[in-house]
């Protein structure tokens, strides 16, 4: 009998990621294309391509999962709107399985990812989990008895939009101020910086310095690179302690680009998480970095499709 | 045929309600009784002697559901410790199975509460749902598809102990400042009023004033009571958008003694909620008040019989 894999799309703002899955949530092949801007066929169109390119026969292929930067409408796979990529209300579900001729699954790239991380990732082997992701801003996706926790409207885990420091003066996209990704993720680092420097603090730091500056500069003993790490540990500390006090998962993963500081940030993160955080909580909440980085969605969307194809 | 009951129990620091409950949910008869303390094989046998007083045959009985104001061990009905009731280490569903005969089901009291506002209550209908009770302390429920989401450990939903004000000086019982129970309970309510009499706050209000007293003060125009309520009523909608965005319940319900305010504190809540949230998640959130009051125990009692005997 031939082997039957899973085709994983991870849809981004810069780049397309397709892999092929086994049953065992091991990747096969990966391949990757630049996301073409505001062209909803044309997308479709690659993402047919791209699945033809694997040289896979099609009736080795259980079915499509795809995860999408936005909000998606989980019963029918139709999407409204995602800005990154510059769609608006597409039917991507019916699209692409009317194009592919096999089952498609549309869900939130946050989500993906926590289920990737879950099946072959630093969630591995657990049932109730968090998985955070801190990039340009700050997503989550809420894993309760191994599946993807939805809530009313696909909403749960924006945790990004969390009102993390009521008295903050900085506005956020959503339009209100103080969420947390004005303060944790890697736009509110930058920021803080090019805010700092423009008030005239002494730093070693260009004021176009990355994350990835920012965290070099700390670990030289630059005092605006310590100060911004501070903040960042401090309300990420803050908000993992609420969710964990509400949730109470078994452990918290933390990928996305910010994570790649690993220690740097892990450790004064747990410093300020436990400071926040009831003896209990803070004791049996375990917080990691993210294992699978790049490829949590590819292997995330054919877990999905595992799940969908398993009701 | 005959009819077959659940016996729901609700043990309370002060009195121990219980309830017969017919398969639709509904209190057929209620009985109460004082809760003797640190006595556990008196309460036991308390317990046997109501069960037995409620006239109902045993072979009508389907099982009893027990829920106690502190942490349960989920896996086998013990309980390490209940301050309120003075217990320590007890085996409550094994030892109550002996004496009666009938499977026995034991969880948390704010978890219980939100099953039963689920069932009967202002939940009715609805899947996923957060239920906070407002009394001494602050205590919640977390309902995920219709069944208590316990967490590890079973520590979900103590959403009293949230670092709400991490720069409060007031320090909460579990030892750390900040915590939602500090700013939102009866208790905080209270010793506001204490401390800023104290300091020469100008009021109408006694020293030793209750929660009902602020409440009637408040609505006289008493602006030290006018300044407790709004205290009270943002701190808890930012916990509640916060909990609302990690989640995306499809209702929050609001119970326990604080809550008989009723608009008083619903409305000035919903107004610093909707302030904290995203225009999303606040359009689309249901605050409402609890609907069940005392029997909310006792109903959700019933349901978790009904709900582990279906398993």
Redesign the interface.
């Known amino acids: 009998m031939k082997e039957k894999y899973y085709i994983g799309i991870d849809l981004g703002g810069t780049s397309i990621k397709l892999g092929i899955v086994d049953k065992n949530g091991d990747i096969v092949a990966k391949y990757e294309a630049p996301t073409p801007h505001a062209k909803y066929e044309e997308t479709i169109e690659l993402f047919v391509k791209m699945i033809e390119q694997t040289g896979i026969e099609k009736d080795q292929m259980l079915g499509v999962g795809i995860g999408v930067p936005g909000f998606v409408n989980i019963e029918d796979g139709s999407i409204d709107e995602l800005v990154n990529v510059g769609w608006k209300n597409v039917h991507l579900k019916n699209d692409l399985e009317k194009k592919v001729g096999l089952p498609v699954f549309v869900d939130n790239d946050a989500n993906l990812a926590a289920l990737g991380e879950m099946w072959k990732g630093a969630g591995n082997g657990l049932t109730?989990l968090v998985c955070i992701t801190i990039g340009t801003g700050v997503g989550?996706g809420?894993i309760?008895n191994e599946k993807i926790?939805?809530?009313?409207?696909?909403?749960?885990?924006?945790?990004g939009?969390?009102?993390i420091n009521?008295h903050s003066e900085i506005r956020c996209n959503?339009?209100?101020n103080g969420c947390l990704e004005t303060e944790v993720s890697a736009t509110a680092m930058v920021n803080f910086n090019q805010r700092a420097i423009e008030g005239g603090k002494e730093t070693l730091l260009p004021i176009e310095a990355t994350t990835k500056d920012i965290f070099e500069a700390a670990q030289k003993g630059d005092s605006l690179a310590i100060e911004i790490i501070d903040n960042t540990a401090n309300y990420l500390g803050?908000a993992l302690?609420?969710?964990a006090?509400?949730?109470?998962?078994?452990r918290i993963v933390i990928g996305g680009g910010v994570s790649k500081a690993g220690e740097l940030l892990l450790r004064p993160t747990m410093q300020y998480f436990k400071?926040?955080?009831?003896?209990?909580?803070a004791e049996?909440?375990e917080i990691v970095l993210a294992e699978l980085e790049n490829d949590a969605g590819i292997v995330g969307a054919s877990r999905l499709v595992a799940d969908q194809m398993a009701k």
Do not use: F, W
């Open positions: 109730d989550a809420v309760i926790y939805h809530g009313k409207n696909a909403m749960a885990g924006e945790v939009h969390i009102t009521p959503c339009g209100k803050l302690s609420q969710i006090t509400v949730l109470a998962p078994e400071r926040y955080s009831t003896e209990k909580i049996q909440t």
